[in-house]
Each structure stands twice: as structure tokens, then as C-alpha cells.
């Protein structure tokens, strides 16, 4: 049995860069114990003064896109540039899958041989936004152990791309060339989101289809309004099987990061992501001390009776299990 470390172990080992210390932090706030996140909450504020200093980037992608491939290449371009590259994952679907992210590890061998990288599998959790607070924690964590770069990928589909995009400052969208209609299969809220589309797997006879793919999503990003940062969505082609093209990619991120920079958007979306958060939070735990109680419980599963019954709409059953709620507490 591995001996407990102390509160000052973890955050020295952490500061020090012990990778297995590392992964014994965020173990910690992953766990569902009360002691085990009382004392990772601890160690979160304890290093929250060294935290902040990377640049967090948001990858997602179409099925098929060859995102791993992608992380995996554009990782090691960064490693081997002296970056300390983490790669970590949101996966709403982690709870009952396990998240795919675990096989990616595989497939990210040479990144996770690394010695400048470190590759943590999806967290799983009951809900999506306990997933997002626990990615966010351990992207906290990773800073402080001298990350400069973090990598989150978006294992699902869906509401994981927004959560993604409120925990990062770059968010970069990867495509494909030569699949039919270039815009299917993609949300125009998800286009909205990105602040670079990257098309991958530009290489062989795909080359001239990515040309094409290229002119045609900078023609769609026309017609979305400008964002609040001022800045334009930049549409590239790459080969991660290749390694190339992705040099191109890190030079438009930290134009990105510079020109926001200037102009004070970066440092005030942190400040609104943070503000985001802990109103997420109060609102992930108010629903779990909700449902947590013994007697709303009681009272639930009454009125939840009723309405398989037709004897109460939803709303009228969701209201007065609210307003006896609201009596209970006084």
C-alpha cells in the first residue's frame, strides 16, 4: 500500500515537476471521497500562485479527422522546440466508456515517451460539468508542475466543444478535405467557436481537395460577425502524418496570443472564464445537495408516480417539488 503523502509532499513534488507525484494530485481530485477533494482543493489553492503561465489550446475535430495523429505531431514539434507539452481531455461520455482518450495513450506513443510531455486520460464523472471542473483543476495542476503548453482535446461531440472553448484560450477546430460536402457534419456554432480551422491530412491526392476545402471555409467564416477578441479565424492546411504544415500553426497561435495580449482580451477572458467557473460550480453542487437529500427524494420519486400516471405535467410536478423544497428549508 503506497504510503499517503502529506499536503506539503504533494505540492513540493508538484512544484518540482515529479510526474508521479503529479498524477497522485490529480488522482486526488478525481476521486469522489470527500477527504480526497478536500485535501485536492487544498492543494489546488496551496499552488494557485504558480498556475497561469501557459498557453491553454482546445483541439477538436470531425470523426475520422485524425485528431490523435495530429496532437501526437504537433506535440512533439513543440517538445522537441524545448515546450513542456500536457495533454488532456473533456469526455462527456467518459462516464460510461471510460473515454477514448485511454486508447489515444496508446496511440500517442513517442509523445508519451517524451520527456518534455505528459499525457492524462480522460477524468470520468457524473455529469459533463464535473468533468470540465476536474479538467480545469488538473490543467491548474499541470501549470504549476511547469507545463507551459496545455493540449485539451474534445473526446465527445456536442456541449463538450463549448466547455472546451470556456477553459481555453485558443481554440482550434480540425477538418477534413475531400469527404463530399466540406460543410456537413460540423455545427456553425462549433465554426463560430474556432479560432483557426485546420485541415488535416493535406498530402498525396488529397493536396488539391485541401486547396479547395481551405478557400471554402474562409469563405464561410466571411459571413460570421467579428468575435470579441478582434481577431479573424485563420483557415490552414497541414499533414500531421507529414509534419508539415504545423510550424505554421504554432506561428498563427502566437500571433493569436500576442495581438490579444495587446489589446488586454486575453488576460480579461481568463478573468470571465474564471468567473464562469465558479458560477458553474455553485451550480453543479447546489443540484447535487438537491438531489442528495433524503426527503426531496422521498417527494421525488411521488410526484415523479404522478406524471408516468398523467395525473401531473412535468412542470406542474417540478414546481412543487421546488416549493416544497423551499418550505423544507425554512
Same mark, same amino acid.
Given at each position: 500500500?503506497?504510503?499517503?503523502?502529506?499536503?506539503?509532499?504533494?505540492?513540493?513534488?508538484?512544484?518540482?515537476?515529479?510526474?508521479?507525484?503529479?498524477?497522485?494530485?490529480?488522482?486526488?481530485?478525481?476521486? &469522489?471521497?470527500?477527504?480526497?477533494?478536500?485535501?485536492? #482543493?487544498?492543494?489546488?489553492?496551496?499552488? %494557485? *500562485?504558480?498556475? +497561469?503561465?501557459? /498557453?491553454?489550446?482546445?483541439?477538436?475535430?470531425?470523426?475520422?479527422?485524425?485528431?490523435?495523429?495530429?496532437?501526437?505531431?504537433?506535440?512533439?514539434?513543440?517538445?522537441?522546440?524545448?515546450?513542456?507539452?500536457?495533454?488532456?481531455?473533456?469526455?462527456?461520455?467518459?462516464?460510461?466508456?471510460?473515454?477514448?482518450?485511454?486508447?489515444?495513450?496508446?496511440?500517442?506513443?513517442?509523445?508519451?515517451?517524451?520527456?518534455?510531455?505528459?499525457?492524462?486520460?480522460?477524468?470520468?464523472?457524473?455529469?459533463?460539468?464535473?468533468?470540465?471542473?476536474?479538467?480545469?483543476?488538473?490543467?491548474?495542476?499541470?501549470?504549476?508542475?511547469?507545463?507551459?503548453?496545455?493540449?485539451?482535446?474534445?473526446?465527445?461531440?456536442?456541449? &463538450?466543444?463549448?466547455?472546451?472553448?470556456?477553459?481555453? #484560450?485558443?481554440?482550434?477546430?480540425?477538418? %477534413? *478535405?475531400?469527404? +463530399?460536402?466540406? /460543410?456537413?457534419?460540423?455545427?456553425?456554432?462549433?465554426?463560430?467557436?474556432?479560432?483557426?480551422?485546420?485541415?488535416?491530412?493535406?498530402?498525396?491526392?488529397?493536396?488539391?481537395?485541401?486547396?479547395?476545402?481551405?478557400?471554402?471555409?474562409?469563405?464561410?467564416?466571411?459571413?460570421?460577425?467579428?468575435?470579441?477578441?478582434?481577431?479573424?479565424?485563420?483557415?490552414?492546411?497541414?499533414?500531421?502524418?507529414?509534419?508539415?504544415?504545423?510550424?505554421?500553426?504554432?506561428?498563427?497561435?502566437?500571433?493569436?496570443?500576442?495581438?490579444?495580449?495587446?489589446?488586454?482580451?486575453?488576460?480579461?477572458?481568463?478573468?470571465?472564464?474564471?468567473?464562469?467557473?465558479?458560477?458553474?460550480?455553485?451550480?453543479?453542487?447546489?443540484?447535487?445537495?438537491?438531489?442528495?437529500?433524503?426527503?426531496?427524494?422521498?417527494?421525488?420519486?411521488?410526484?415523479?408516480?404522478?406524471?408516468?400516471?398523467? /395525473?401531473?405535467?412535468?412542470?406542474?410536478?417540478?414546481?412543487?417539488?421546488?416549493?416544497?423544497?423551499?418550505?423544507?428549508?425554512?
Amino acid at each position: 500500500m503506497r504510503k499517503r503523502l502529506s499536503e506539503e509532499d504533494l505540492k513540493e513534488g508538484i512544484l518540482s515537476s515529479d510526474r508521479v507525484i503529479l498524477s497522485r494530485a490529480i488522482t486526488l481530485i478525481e476521486s &469522489s471521497l470527500s477527504a480526497d477533494r478536500l485535501t485536492g #482543493d487544498h492543494i489546488i489553492n496551496q499552488i %494557485l *500562485a504558480y498556475t +497561469g503561465k501557459s /498557453l491553454r489550446i482546445g483541439i477538436t475535430g470531425v470523426p475520422g479527422v485524425g485528431k490523435s495523429t495530429f496532437i501526437e505531431s504537433f506535440g512533439l514539434t513543440l517538445c522537441d522546440m524545448g515546450h513542456k507539452v500536457a495533454v488532456l481531455a473533456v469526455d462527456p461520455s467518459s462516464q460510461k466508456s471510460g473515454g477514448s482518450i485511454l486508447g489515444d495513450k496508446t496511440r500517442m506513443e513517442r509523445l508519451s515517451n517524451h520527456k518534455n510531455a505528459f499525457i492524462r486520460p480522460s477524468p470520468t464523472g457524473q455529469s459533463l460539468g464535473g468533468v470540465a471542473n476536474k479538467t480545469r483543476e488538473t490543467l491548474l495542476l499541470c501549470e504549476a508542475a511547469g507545463f507551459d503548453i496545455i493540449l485539451i482535446e474534445t473526446v465527445g461531440v456536442g456541449q &463538450s466543444e463549448v466547455t472546451v472553448k470556456g477553459m481555453v #484560450d485558443f481554440f482550434l477546430l480540425l477538418m %477534413l *478535405a475531400g469527404a +463530399g460536402d466540406e /460543410l456537413q457534419g460540423i455545427k456553425k456554432g462549433i465554426m463560430e467557436m474556432a479560432d483557426a480551422v485546420v485541415i488535416n491530412k493535406a498530402d498525396g491526392e488529397n493536396i488539391i481537395a485541401s486547396k479547395q476545402a481551405k478557400i471554402e471555409y474562409e469563405n464561410a467564416l466571411h459571413l460570421f460577425p467579428p468575435s470579441g477578441s478582434g481577431w479573424y479565424p485563420r483557415v490552414l492546411t497541414c499533414s500531421a502524418v507529414k509534419n508539415e504544415g504545423l510550424m505554421n500553426i504554432w506561428e498563427i497561435i502566437l500571433e493569436f496570443r500576442n495581438k490579444t495580449k495587446e489589446s488586454g482580451y486575453f488576460d480579461h477572458k481568463r478573468q470571465q472564464q474564471n468567473i464562469d467557473w465558479m458560477h458553474e460550480s455553485i451550480k453543479n453542487s447546489l443540484l447535487a445537495n438537491f438531489f442528495e437529500d433524503g426527503v426531496i427524494n422521498k417527494k421525488l420519486k411521488e410526484l415523479t408516480q404522478k406524471v408516468i400516471e398523467g /395525473l401531473m405535467t412535468p412542470q406542474s410536478a417540478a414546481n412543487q417539488l421546488l416549493d416544497f423544497s423551499s418550505k423544507s428549508a425554512k
